[in-house]
């Protein structure tokens, strides 16, 4: 009956499941979870595929630095969003003109 006694462990949040905090990783998965919104927004105008395209690589790195270090369910749950977002928006990117743009009147050919 020792478990009676013993308090309760105290929740910490939604899937946080070793009652620690994590600030770095938190830190990583909200700039990633931005950069992957920022990206995935400006993916659907034409004329913003510099910020898609930067963005989305920013995004894609910091969420894949972050869910290597990952420690919890709910870390690597947001860092998969975002990771997919930022992806998304980097791929838009790309597709409408890439990370540097075009090159003054250059028509490759």
């Not at 939604?14 to 998965?29: E, I, N, S, V, Y």
């Not at 950069?35 to 963005?55: K, R």
Request: no cysteine.
């Amino acid at each position: 009956m020792a478990q009676i006694t013993r308090p309760a462990k105290p929740r910490t949040g939604l899937l946080a499941t070793d009652g620690k905090p994590h600030p770095l990783q938190d830190t990583l998965m909200a700039v990633a979870l931005v950069l992957g919104v920022l990206s995935l927004i400006t993916a659907g105008f034409t004329g913003l595929h510099l910020v898609a395209s930067w963005a989305g690589l920013a995004g894609v790195l910091t969420a894949g630095y972050g869910q290597f270090i990952s420690v919890t369910t709910r870390e690597r749950f947001g860092l998969v969003l975002a990771l997919g977002a930022s992806a998304i928006g980097l791929y838009f990117g790309m597709a409408h003109g890439g990370l540097f743009g075009s090159f003054g009147g250059f028509s490759g050919g």
